[in-house]
């Protein structure tokens, strides 16, 4: 298991307002921490769905995960076992970062002291998406078949946004628990010995996909069972409010996604691009920020597979090749000529770099895409043989295919806000 880089105290950390006491990778707990959790606990629970065909399965969730998991049933009475998440921080999450509620914790303005997310990757049954253990995971559907998976359970449910995302990324960071997966056919990159059953083989016999929650501690966000499976690895996992056009960044704000009523379309006008200020301005403004790619004078111009040849920076133009992939890692990040610094919300994002050392290195997580064109919607974590490419990690984007595309690798995470 990887190292443990900070192992808080868990009522300071309560104190302090990252509020997430339960999952102290050194399994620390106290009266006044329990007293924190059960009290957010209790909250969020108001009004939601319950029943009593499975209050016996929700009980049991809930007590075995000492209240930080619990099990949240749709409008058709079905279950999912979720991941209670307190709001947090940014400034908590990442040194140098201004105090402000992590944008993952919005909607439409209102601040959630609790949201949801599922605890395994959705599998799918009668078109409706549910996160469940011990399931093959889901893997052909589209961006927009997906989000309908998600939202079609009622209000409230929708797919993971890449700000909340983000947000769980950025502390697991903080944290020292950067969760391994399903990277390398059934293993995490070259250790055999951090691996899961298999939920499929191909035709050589070899590992695709796992089933979900069924990995060690280290493929959970917080190296202990109570926390969310498989961030990395196994199946990329597509995500709302954000995407490219023509190499331009542009967001949905906040978790704004995950209202009903937010259109998500290629056509919606909720979609936001950046200014270096980090303001928001309407999509196409010439002093947007955009993703460009410079390569290294030392490696081969046509290296795609296994190797590296240059890296992002944010940029007001694009000058690289247009219809080239292209792939770099995360912590390569940088900024263009005559740009200062990176706004707070790209690091909020996970699309930039931190300002100063926090907790665990990056890695070699790699942003890969974005080809030249109008769209296109990201996907994280990874899939079973990333490493053979690439490298997987909670913090990898992959962002070159359209919604459209309806590969056998893309995947989906529910997730749940009291709305």
Known sequence: MPSVFIQDDAVRRAKQGILYDFVAPDGSESRDAAD????????????IRSSDDYLDFKLSVEALSGGTNTVILDDRGLPSVMVLLPKMDSANLSNGLESRIHPGFIVDGKVHDTVAIGKYVSY???????????RDPANMYTFDESVSFCRDKGRGWGIVPLS??????????????????????????????????????????????TLTGAGPLSWFHNYRRDGIADMVGNVHEWVSGFRFCNGELQIIPDADAMNPDCDLSFTSDRWRAILPDGSLTNPGNKESLKFDYVKFPDRNEDAFYGDVNGRWVVSQTVTSDQEKKKGGCIREIGLADGLKEAPQILIELGLFPERLPTGAPYGNDIFSGPNWGEEFIPAMGGQWYDYTYWCGGIFRHSSWYERSLQGNTYGMRLAYYNL
Do not use: H
């Not at 924190?36 to 009004?47: P, S, T």
């Open 36 to 47: 924190v959790i059960y009290a957010r606990f209790k909250e969020f629970n108001k009004g």
């Open 124 to 134: 799918v049954r009668d078109g409706r998406a549910y996160s469940m253990p011990y």
């Open 164 to 209: 909340l995302w983000s947000a769980i990324a950025l502390w697991c960071k903080k944290n020292g628990t950067m969760p391994e997966g399903n990277t390398n056919y059934g293993q995490f990159n070259d250790d055999a010995t951090s691996c899961a059953p298999a939920a499929e083989v191909d035709k050589d016999g070899r590992t695709m996909r």
